[in-house]
Structures are given as structure tokens and as C-alpha cells.
């Protein structure tokens, strides 16, 4: 998919799963917003070494997120007018945002490495086309209509 697809479902499939559990307050969309779209942009930065393998994968996501939970607490710690929960649900927002790229990833006809480096095999749960026009709309569409949704109920 494209960056713009990338992004607003990372967002989408963010707020639809925090809110259900959690029943979010507004004051935290801005935080899940941008730490699902940090998330979601991540995998992409092996474009040129192994892409689809060094950071599609299911080690990947544990391995950054616990990185990113650390890093995160510690200034929450340091910036005491910040809320403390803030960590656990940018860190749960970036591992959604990260969860929903290779998603989507999933989708296309490459598909993704998700047991490297256990095994280099690609998996895929549809054939579509990453660089087809009407699949990137149709996710924008159906991505923000879901936003929409969570934000009116």
C-alpha cells in the first residue's frame, strides 16, 4: 500500500481498538494518532536491506515496541504534567500502528517474511496490488469512515 493508506489505517485500526477497550478519552486521540502513525512508518525504513524481512516480521514489532515502551517511559518520567499512563498507551499505539502496516502488507502479492529470521518464507493473505489506485482509495475510504465512526459512537 501507499504511504497515505499506510497511515490513515494505522490511525483507524488504532483508535478502533483502543476505544473499544478502553473507551478512550479525547484528550489521548492526539497521543494514539501520533504514535500509531510513528508505528506504522517504521517497517519502511528497510527499503533498501531485506525489505519485508529485517522489520516485517513478528520479532520486529516486540523488539521495537519494547524499545519504544522504555524510551517512552522514561521521559514520561522525567516530564512530571504528563500523564503517567501515557507510556503503556503510546507504546500499545505504536505497536498497533507498527501491527497495522504489516497488515496491510499482508494483503499484497509480495506479502511479508513475518517468522524472519526464524524463516525467510513470504506469507500473504490476499494477492493485491500495493501500487493499485482503487486498492489504496478503497482502504482511505473504508479507513476513514471507520475513524468517523469511532469518533460520532
Do not use: Q, W
Request: a positive charge; proline letters at 2%; aromatic letters at 12%.
Amino acid at each position: 500500500m501507499n504511504k497515505e493508506a499506510h497511515t490513515i489505517f494505522s490511525v483507524a485500526f488504532s483508535v478502533t481498538i483502543l476505544d473499544s477497550i478502553l473507551k478512550l478519552e479525547t484528550s489521548y486521540i492526539l497521543f494514539i494518532v501520533v504514535f500509531s502513525i510513528v508505528g506504522s512508518k517504521l517497517p519502511d525504513i528497510d527499503l533498501r536491506y531485506k525489505h519485508r524481512a529485517l522489520l516485517h516480521n513478528i520479532l520486529a514489532i516486540f523488539i521495537t515496541s519494547l524499545i519504544f515502551y522504555i524510551v517512552l517511559s522514561i521521559i514520561v518520567n522525567k516530564l512530571r504534567y504528563i500523564p503517567t499512563d501515557l507510556a503503556e498507551i503510546g507504546a500499545i499505539s505504536f505497536f498497533l500502528g507498527y501491527t497495522s502496516h504489516l497488515l496491510l502488507d499482508a494483503l499484497t502479492i509480495k506479502g511479508i517474511a513475518i517468522f524472519y529470521p526464524m524463516s525467510s518464507k513470504y506469507y500473504r493473505l490476499a494477492n493485491l496490488r500495493s501500487t493499485s489506485r482503487v486498492v489504496n482509495v478503497l482502504v482511505v475510504v473504508l479507513s476513514a469512515i471507520l475513524i468517523l465512526l469511532v469518533l460520532l459512537t
